[in-house]
């Protein structure tokens, strides 16, 4: 179980229907907050869910609760999908998990700002995504190293900061942003010396 599976399951409640409620909820914020931004109101998320606002406080008691919650709980799911790439050619794994870490980095960019602003980056919650997104997809990077389809000399902090600065250009369309993120990417790959 990763750190951010054991976070977001320590919150999580035992029982079948506090479970599902938890579960509406996250979903509706989740939904609300990609469309609305950060701001949504939390009655409306409420109504998303098909649950009360006393539901919602019941298990999110502050607003900055649910949003963790929401953050946690997409970096779980990008964790998650390093799994889904195993089967792939090393150079395609890698490829393929960083392309689901900028949609990650470009749907919740506003997620982590809100957070990032209210409690700030230090806090063991961001420590804990960090070393999670760092546990999940450095494997993917090694991987290819030891096939020889990326440059030996390539850390995976670096290669998260390349791709996290194509995922910050200004006004790029998404076709725009895989388009550079894909001549990015070829400046990682292995050449024999000549």
């Not at 982590?112 to 804990?128: H, R, Y």
Request: net charge negative; proline share 4%; with cysteine.
């Amino acid at each position: 179980m990763t750190m951010s599976e054991q976070a977001l399951n320590s919150r999580r409640p035992k029982r079948a229907d506090a479970r599902r409620n938890y579960d509406k909820v996250l979903g509706a914020a989740r939904a609300a907050f990609a469309e609305q931004g950060t701001n949504a109101s939390l009655e409306e998320i409420a109504r998303r869910a098909g649950v009360g606002i006393g539901t919602l406080y019941r298990h999110f008691g502050t607003r900055q609760d649910l949003l963790e919650a929401v953050y946690l709980d997409e970096v779980e799911a990008l964790c998650q999908s390093a799994e889904d790439f195993a089967d792939l050619p090393p150079w395609e794994a890698l490829v393929s998990w960083l392309n689901r870490f900028v949609s990650y980095v470009s749907t919740k960019r506003a997620l982590a700002e809100e957070l990032a602003a209210t409690v700030g980056m230090e806090t063991e919650v961001f420590k804990k995504c960090h070393d999670a997104i760092f546990s999940a997809g450095e494997p993917l990077l090694e991987r290819a190293q030891a096939a020889r389809a990326v440059r030996s000399d390539a850390a995976f902090g670096d290669v998260i900061r390349l791709v996290s600065g194509v995922t910050m250009i200004k006004g790029a369309k998404p076709e725009d942003i895989e388009r550079i993120l894909a001549m990015a990417l070829d400046g990682l790959r292995y050449t024999p010396p000549a």
